[in-house]
């Protein structure tokens, strides 16, 4: 298993550009997430989704969109980058259920906004 | 909202050294988690803890979960400089989410 797995690594983008940042898992996970880290402040929810075709807000989910059409994918949308979306992006996924909360993190996307 | 907070911030020891990190929540947890990441790494989970006054060891690695459950700690016996990274508590939020703590640094000189 790749557990999961995020692309690119690493990202440079100009105020206003959008991108995409891709996030898969092979466990069959239904709950997936993202997360940003930025110094000092631990990791931060911005999306997450329970399965396919269910999304919802966390924490920080302005500027940032999301879908989920298959189990596998979970892709979070910029819209139009700005400088304060620099960070460290983190997608995890985790196996549903009430006894089992552990959560497998990606290698995660190094983004810069100029 | 709910807040989980971490002390120290930072927390540099000469190797051999025993250190501590402490995991305070503004609320009660029905759990806690641990999570350790390396520079330039990712989070890797470490534990769960899930019943009051729970202490759990792994090696070196103590877990304890406070009575109340609103506190939680993390102490490593003997540093080695394969514990260099930041420790994260995390505790439930709204629906399966988790809030994280904003992590404590650990620096090990040799």
């Known amino acids: 298993n790749a557990g999961v797995t995020q692309t690119p690594k690493f990202q440079v983008l100009k105020t206003g550009q959008s991108m995409t940042l891709q996030c898969a898992q092979d466990?069959?996970?239904?709950?997936m997430s993202w997360y940003r880290q930025d110094p000092g402040m631990g990791l931060r929810l911005i999306h997450y989704s329970v399965g396919a075709g269910i999304t919802d807000q966390g924490e920080v989910p302005n500027g940032y969109n999301v879908s989920r059409s298959t189990t596998e994918d979970f892709p979070l949308r910029l819209l139009s980058a700005a400088p304060s979306q620099t960070s460290v992006y983190f997608c995890?996924?985790?196996?549903?259920?009430?006894?089992?909360?552990?959560?497998?993190f990606g290698p995660g996307t190094r983004l810069t906004v100029t | 909202g709910q807040q989980v907070m971490q002390i120290p911030q930072y927390q540099h020891v000469q190797e051999g050294e025993d250190f501590t990190t402490y995991c305070n929540s503004s609320?009660?947890?029905?759990?806690i988690q641990w999570y350790k990441q390396r520079p330039g790494g990712h989070p890797v989970f470490l534990i769960q803890?899930?019943?009051?006054?729970e202490v759990k060891k792994q090696k070196r690695l103590t877990f304890q979960f406070g009575e109340a459950k609103k506190n939680s700690s993390l102490h490593i016996t003997a540093t080695q400089t394969t514990d260099v990274g930041t420790y994260f508590c995390?505790?439930?939020?709204?629906?399966?989410?988790?809030?994280f703590g904003p992590g404590t640094r650990l620096s090990v000189l040799p």
């Open positions: 466990m069959n996970h239904e709950y």
């Open positions: 995390a505790g439930p939020r709204y629906g399966q989410n988790f809030v």
């Open positions: 609320t009660t947890l029905s759990n």
């Open positions: 803890l899930v019943k009051s006054g």
């Open positions: 995890a996924s985790r196996p549903q259920g009430l006894t089992s909360y552990e959560q497998y």
